[in-house]
């Protein structure tokens, strides 16, 4: 049931897919969407590698990673070269993907018109029609009261010039990640029970103005481990004085910038 | 030339109340029809026919040579948000009063395909100015607007598309008299200088008068009466009609 929804999802780009599941004894919030993917896709001689915010030694990550080895048999890594399968909750590595990678999204919620139409069968029809005026009149009013679009996370994509997507909560800074990569992105909302992909080398454009470009925001400083500037950084607060440092989220290509 | 909008045979049935009872209507390029009647005559509910939002049970609604309730949702709003404006009597209907002024305005550009934040910022603070709004406020929410703005900011948002046929269902209706005045007048100079078609309902003909080439008087679901206005407001043929004149004369 649920391959069926991911080939469904391959075949029209960016448009949710509602899958029928039994009940994980997991919480929901606790990547169940990423996981019945991930399960769902495992053969025998995949590597899984799985993130959240970026880092591979986080309860989460090392829980998910323990359970498919053990559940599946299948070889575990941090490293995102050596990963065919990446299970990721809000980042997507730093290291360019490969032709023969997925990503597996795990996504709080898929509808990114939920904000602004609350009502479901609304927004499908809005996604039918691909009437996407409330997205673009979001942003105006962003821009309108703070000068620049606000969404700092999760901000809207349109995937091959047809189907407004949310991304889930990853970083604007990893939007342009999205855009004709070699990678396949599968993304999974345990609770809508949606599944939702981009297949490779597909159009994704974050959503914006001619006159105000999308365009993420760069840490200001260079990592405090690995000295890169080109990556995404957390701002952690490094002594009692309340100074403060910043370092590469992706702990991976933190390491491999180290060596 | 051929009419821009016109509907014959209308029929329409809530239960037992027959809302639209034989109507049928035509609107050219750059006129002002009024459709003048009593509060449950039927006139939203033709407005809402007319507008592809009803279907009729019999009757048809041709515009610009299609039949506008056999076109597609799809198409149906492309019409909505290009050709025609819908102004609703109360302004809330009719805005987003969670978004700016600017906003609403530019709402129906950016469903027309704008986007350049700029030409919107500029057509909004033209459309404020042409309605008498401060182009200042652009930023402000509805509901900090008085009744009367938050009315001109509705016919601003509906306007800013350049549509050639405008619906209006007693959009003067819950204001002040001299509100209700000061909004006339602006009317009526845009419809003149955008030389717009418009359907204009109201239940107080002497407001008719002001605005309308033509006039079509309902009751009970039909058109009891129907001529050029200043024919329907000085010779009256139907009783109905005559009593709604000489109240106002009377008034
Ligand atoms: N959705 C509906 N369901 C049932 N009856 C309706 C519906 N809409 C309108 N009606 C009835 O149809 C008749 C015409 O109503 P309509 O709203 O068109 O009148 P109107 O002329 O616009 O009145 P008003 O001046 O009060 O706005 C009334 O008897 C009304 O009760
Ligand atoms: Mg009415």
Redesign the pocket.
């Known amino acids: 049931m649920i391959r069926r929804a991911i080939l469904k999802a391959l075949a029209i780009p960016g448009h949710q897919i509602p899958f029928g599941a039994r009940e994980m004894p997991l919480p929901y919030g606790w990547g169940t969407g990423g996981i019945a993917v991930t399960a769902a896709i495992l053969g025998p001689r995949d590597v899984l590698k799985v993130i959240d915010q970026g880092a591979d030694d986080t309860t989460n990550a090392v829980s998910i990673r323990r359970f498919f080895a053990r559940v599946a048999g299948i070889a575990t890594t941090t490293r995102t070269a050596e990963a065919s399968v990446i299970q990721t909750r809000h980042r997507i590595p730093e290291r360019p993907l490969q032709e023969g990678q997925v990503m597996v999204f795990q996504v709080p919620m898929p509808e990114p018109l939920f904000r602004l139409e609350p009502r479901l069968a609304e927004t499908r029809r809005l996604h039918a029609l691909g009437d996407y005026a409330l997205a673009q009149l979001r942003l105006y009013e962003d821009i309108a009261q703070q000068g620049e679009a606000g969404s700092a996370y999760n901000h809207p994509v349109m995937v091959a010039g047809r189907y407004l997507m949310s991304p889930s909560p990853i970083p604007g800074f990893d939007n342009p990640k999205l855009h004709m990569s070699p990678a396949i992105m599968l993304f999974g909302a345990g609770r809508e029970k949606k599944i939702y992909a981009v297949p490779p080398w597909t159009e994704v454009r974050s959503l914006d103005f001619d006159d105000h470009p999308f365009a993420p925001v760069h840490a200001a400083q260079g990592c405090a481990f690995c000295g890169s500037t080109a990556s995404y950084k957390d701002e952690i607060v490094a002594d009692d004085a309340g100074g403060r440092v910043f370092v590469c989220s992706d702990t991976d290509a933190c390491r491999e910038g180290q060596e | 030339m051929s009419a821009l909008l016109e509907a014959d045979a209308l029929h329409l049935r809530?239960?037992a109340?027959r809302?639209l009872d034989d109507v049928a209507v035509s609107i050219w390029p750059g006129e002002v029809v009024a459709i003048v009647?009593?509060?449950?005559?039927?006139?939203?509910?033709?407005l809402r026919v007319l507008s592809g939002q009803v279907a009729p049970d019999a009757g048809g609604v041709r515009y610009a040579g299609a039949e506008v309730h056999a076109l597609g949702e799809a198409q149906r709003r492309r019409l909505m948000c290009t050709d025609w404006g819908y102004v609703h009597?109360n302004a809330r209907d009719g805005l987003r009063m969670g978004v700016s002024a600017g906003g609403n305005i530019g709402e129906r550009l950016m469903a027309a395909g704008t986007r350049h934040y700029g030409a919107i910022r500029d057509a909004a603070a033209e459309w404020m100015v042409k309605v008498e709004l401060d182009p200042a406020r652009m930023d402000d929410r509805p509901g900090m607007f008085s009744g009367g703005m938050q009315q001109r900011l509705q016919i601003a948002r509906c306007l800013v598309t350049q549509p050639k046929l405008v619906f209006m269902?007693?959009p003067t209706g819950g204001l002040d008299v001299s509100v209700q005045a000061r909004l006339l007048d602006l009317l009526r100079r845009l419809v003149g200088e955008l030389g717009l078609a418009a359907f204009f309902?109201t239940?107080d003909i002497a407001a008719a008068r002001l605005l309308a080439h033509r006039i079509l008087v309902?009751r009970h679901?039909r058109v009891v009466e129907e001529g050029l206005a200043d024919r329907v407001l000085d010779d009256p043929r139907h009783p109905y009609t005559q009593l709604l004149v000489s109240s106002v004369l009377a008034a």
């Open positions: 809530f239960g109340v809302a009647g009593e509060s449950g005559s039927g006139k939203s509910t033709l009597q269902d007693e309902l239940h309902m679901g």
